[in-house]
């Protein structure tokens, strides 16, 4: 059985910088996609990050030129780098990863932007 476990949320000031960590871990055959989505209050889960297993990574706009977004995929496991922190980047992040064929998702880890 394939888990995806995240750490490295918490609560940050805003225009500070947090690395979110996502370790996937069972009987591993292949790793492809990986990625981080994110889920405020009351809304949707959205995309922040994706990379390909060759390390081509995409980004929405609105995290674009802040956060980054690397794997290793000898360690299984992916990094979100968070720079410059705003409120509005205040929710439950969760990785995805689609490992030996099957979409999974950790359990996710809050990051709160707050003074």
């Known amino acids: 059985q394939v888990q995806l476990v995240e750490s490295g949320g918490g609560l940050v000031q805003p225009g500070g910088s947090l690395t979110l960590s996502c370790v996937a871990s069972?009987?591993?055959?292949?790793?492809?996609?990986m990625g981080w989505y994110r889920q405020a209050s009351g809304k949707p889960r959205e995309l922040v990050a994706t990379?390909?297993?060759?390390?081509?990574?995409n980004y929405p706009e609105s995290v674009k030129g802040r956060f980054t977004i690397s794997r290793d995929n000898a360690k299984n496991t992916v990094y979100l780098q968070m720079n410059s922190l705003k409120s509005e980047d205040t929710a439950v992040y969760y990785c995805?990863?689609?490992?030996?064929?099957?979409?999974?998702w950790g359990q996710g880890t809050q990051v709160t932007v707050s003074s």
């Open positions: 995805n990863g689609l490992v030996n064929g099957v979409g999974s």
């Open positions: 069972g009987r591993i055959y292949s790793i492809y996609n």
């Open positions: 990379i390909t297993r060759g390390g081509i990574t």
